[in-house]
């Protein structure tokens, strides 16, 4: 007899139902949604560990793993969920603008990473920064978009650190 999570009939259901592979079992989704995603945050930290420890000195490469990483995090939740589904998920209402910041940033990242940078010139190496800060910014919001009363939360505190009105 079969316990837990993965065993009740609804979660099996709501796994299966619009899943990209709904023929899969709901473990192997479970597995491939785990392996995307700690791929994912290994390659987004690796990257970081590399630059600040010095062994990768280019930002357009660590730019490059960084958001690759961030990538392959995000289309882990396709395994549960299907893309159809994530992508409804994604683009609600109340997280909309997150979304879309993520995208943008994600994908303006490796555009400038891969074709606009010259490591000659100075100011290309503050673009990059700038657009990792932007990234992580974009996806942190987005991330708590699907914690209920994160963002409000988040808002509230922020405000209360920043209040510096005696």
Request: hydrophobic share 50%.
């Amino acid at each position: 007899m079969k316990s837990g999570l993965l065993s009740s009939e609804t979660a099996q259901q709501a796994l299966t139902k619009d899943s990209a592979c709904p023929s899969l079992p709901v473990k192997y989704r479970i597995t491939g949604f785990i392996v995307c995603f700690v791929v994912g945050l290994f390659l987004s930290l690796l990257s970081t560990c590399l630059f600040v420890f010095g062994s990768l000195k280019s930002p357009y490469k660590f730019a490059i793993l960084y958001t690759i990483g961030n990538i392959l995090s995000l289309l882990s939740s396709f395994f549960l969920f299907g893309p159809c589904k994530q992508l409804k998920y994604m683009f609600k209402k109340t997280r909309i603008i997150a979304t879309i910041l993520v995208l943008f940033f994600m994908i303006f990242t490796l555009i400038f990473s891969l074709v606009i940078y010259d490591k000659n010139k100075g100011g290309h190496k503050i673009v990059i920064w700038i657009l990792i800060i932007c990234q992580y910014c974009a996806t942190f919001w987005y991330i708590i978009s699907y914690i209920p009363f994160a963002r409000t939360i988040f808002k509230k505190c922020f405000k209360c650190l920043c209040d510096f009105d005696d």
